[in-house]
């Protein structure tokens, strides 16, 4: 078992002090530091980034060849730390000698111990686990008035943080999907970090939201799946994602994934808010726009390639999701561009 002891200040410290424990190559581009690691010990990168409000992230994506514990220590006071496991499993232990209580894949948590009190992270060898968190500093702003953590700290600690907090919510598929996205932000410089920076406040709303739906007692559409349906579920979603121009049935999918098509339904509705069929005409017209964009193929061949029949359909769909035509799209972006 090997034991890393980080401090959560400042998301450089963060950084120096991983990179010290695991080697690798840090960069840094406008406040987002990676981590990128490969060696005997660590494989894998963590990304993280500081931003307004007193709020920072911090993702792991990593697989150790050891058990380990990682100790996280507070400053001058204890933020708040919204978790959700993407791939993997993890748990967590107040101190490196408190109960250890495990968060699942898909899951959620929100955590914060006392004053000069620890928190510890367990990662399991041999495992790829992914894993972000969301640090909500609760040490308030020098004149600012109600800014974003300090109304999440009155939101949990209406009087005083004085006791150990941790909450473990249900399986949430749309939290792992809006992390997706902030995954697959390709912009640089402070456009990246603005983007980064909505989808962040928008993921911790949600954790918030699923939060007081819980003690709330509002039933949730995730407890229509358990946990081996939602994971097939996903890796359905990966698959028409990866190869939209396929030819998807209910039947097929429901064949290769082992569930009803009911599940297949719940599942997709749950996740994507759309219907199945929905999700692959969705995923195929997305297709189709990175083709207009970076290949040499006319829109009738474009039709044709994403699996579609009618081109009067698929200029009818792309026009809903793109206020223009296919022809209109592809002139816009090259006006001496022939189109067919």
């Known amino acids: 078992m090997k034991i890393v002891t980080i401090h959560t200040e400042k998301?450089?410290?963060?950084?120096?002090?991983?990179?010290?424990?695991?080697?690798?190559?840090?960069?840094?581009?406008?406040?987002?530091?990676?981590?990128?690691?490969?060696?005997?010990?660590?494989?894998g990168s963590i990304i993280g980034a500081s931003f307004n409000d007193n709020i920072s992230y911090v993702q792991f994506d990593m697989t150790f060849s050891a058990d380990l514990k990682l100790n996280v220590i507070?400053?001058?006071?204890?933020?708040?730390?919204?978790?959700?496991?993407?791939?993997?499993?993890?748990?967590?232990?107040?101190?490196?000698?408190?109960?250890?209580?495990?968060l699942k894949m898909f899951q959620t948590a929100i955590v914060t111990s006392k004053l000069n009190q620890d928190n510890v992270l367990y990662f399991e060898k041999d495992k790829k686990t992914k894993f972000t968190l969301i640090i909500v500093g609760t040490q308030p702003a020098q004149g600012q008035v109600n800014s974003l953590n300090q109304m999440v700290r009155e939101t949990f600690f209406q009087e005083s943080q004085s006791e150990e907090f941790f909450y473990a919510g249900s399986y949430n598929l749309k939290i792992g999907e809006k992390i997706e996205q902030l995954n697959a932000v390709t912009q640089t410089g402070v456009v990246r970090n603005l983007l980064k920076e909505g989808i962040l406040r928008i993921i911790l709303a949600m954790?918030?939201?699923?939060?007081?739906?819980?003690?709330?007692?509002f039933p949730k559409e995730t407890n229509c799946l358990n946990l081996r349906e939602m994971e097939e579920i996903k890796e359905l979603s990966e698959v028409i994602k990866a190869n939209p121009e396929e030819p998807f049935t209910i039947k097929s999918l429901s064949k290769k994934s082992g569930l009803s098509p009911n599940k297949l339904q719940?599942?997709?509705?749950?996740?994507?808010?759309r219907t199945v069929n929905d999700y692959i005409t969705h995923m195929r017209v997305l297709k189709a726009e990175i083709l207009i964009r970076t290949s040499d193929l006319n829109i009738s061949e474009i039709v044709y390639c994403i699996g579609f029949t009618s081109r009067s359909y698929f200029s009818k769909i792309f026009k809903q999701k793109f206020n223009c035509s296919p022809k209109e799209y592809k002139f816009n972006l090259n006006p001496m561009a022939i189109t067919a």
Do not use: W
């Open 74 to 102: 507070s400053g001058t006071a204890s933020p708040l730390y919204f978790a959700y496991c993407s791939k993997g499993n993890l748990s967590h232990s107040f101190g490196l000698h408190g109960e250890e209580r495990k």
């Open 11 to 43: 998301i450089q410290n963060i950084f120096e002090e991983l990179n010290t424990n695991f080697g690798g190559k840090v960069t840094f581009d406008v406040d987002e530091y990676t981590l990128e690691v490969n060696n005997n010990f660590a494989k």
């Open 266 to 273: 719940e599942g997709f509705k749950m996740i994507h808010n």
């Open 207 to 217: 954790e918030i939201q699923q939060h007081t739906d819980d003690l709330n007692a």
